[in-house]
C-alpha cells in the first residue's frame, strides 16, 4: 500500500544520501597528493586505490539493497572501472590542456567528471529498484 511506497522511497532516498556522502569523503577528503599525483598515470597506484576506495564505499548500500553476491560483485567492478577511467582521462586531459580554475573549460571538465560519477549512483540504484522482490514494490 500508500505507506510501504512511503518506507521504500525513503529507504531508496537514504541510499542515494549514503552515495553521495560517501562520493564527497572519497572525492574530497580521502585525496592525499599520493593519489592526486597518480591518478594520471597506469603505472601509479594513486588512481587505483581511489577508485577502490570509491567501490569498496558503495558496497553498504548495494547489501542493504538486497542484491545477489553477483550483482554486488559486477556493480562494485563496474564503479571501480568507470570511476578510475572518469578520473585517468580527466587528469590526463588537465595535464595537456590545463585551464586556470577561474575558466568555463575547468568548471565544465570537473562537472562533466562529477556528472559521470553521480550517474552511476543513479544506475546503481535503477538496478536495485529493478531487482527488488515483486512482492515488496
Given at each position: 500500500g500508500g505507506r510501504m511506497m512511503v518506507d521504500m522511497a525513503v529507504f531508496i532516498v537514504g541510499m542515494l544520501v549514503w552515495l553521495?556522502?560517501?562520493?564527497?569523503?572519497?572525492?574530497?577528503?580521502?585525496?592525499?597528493?599520493?593519489?592526486?599525483?597518480?591518478?594520471?598515470?597506469?603505472?601509479?597506484?594513486?588512481?587505483?586505490?581511489?577508485?577502490?576506495?570509491?567501490?569498496?564505499?558503495?558496497?553498504?548500500?548495494?547489501?542493504?539493497?538486497?542484491?545477489?553476491?553477483?550483482?554486488?560483485?559486477?556493480?562494485?567492478?563496474?564503479?571501480?572501472?568507470?570511476?578510475?577511467?572518469?578520473?585517468?582521462?580527466?587528469?590526463?586531459?588537465s595535464h595537456t590542456h590545463p585551464h586556470p580554475t577561474n575558466t568555463l573549460a575547468f568548471w565544465a571538465l570537473h562537472g562533466a567528471d562529477q556528472l559521470i560519477h553521480h550517474l552511476t549512483y543513479s544506475a546503481m540504484l535503477l538496478i536495485i529498484l529493478l531487482e527488488l522482490p515483486k512482492s515488496i514494490i
Open positions: 553521495q556522502v560517501k562520493h564527497f569523503i572519497a572525492d574530497y577528503l580521502l585525496q592525499p597528493s599520493w593519489i592526486l599525483r597518480g591518478k594520471g598515470d597506469l603505472r601509479e597506484p594513486g588512481g587505483y586505490v581511489h577508485a577502490g576506495i570509491h567501490a569498496c564505499g558503495s558496497l553498504p548500500v548495494l547489501i542493504a539493497g538486497g542484491l545477489s553476491a553477483g550483482w554486488i560483485s559486477a556493480l562494485m567492478a563496474a564503479e571501480f572501472v568507470i570511476h578510475y577511467l572518469a578520473d585517468h582521462i580527466k587528469a590526463v586531459h
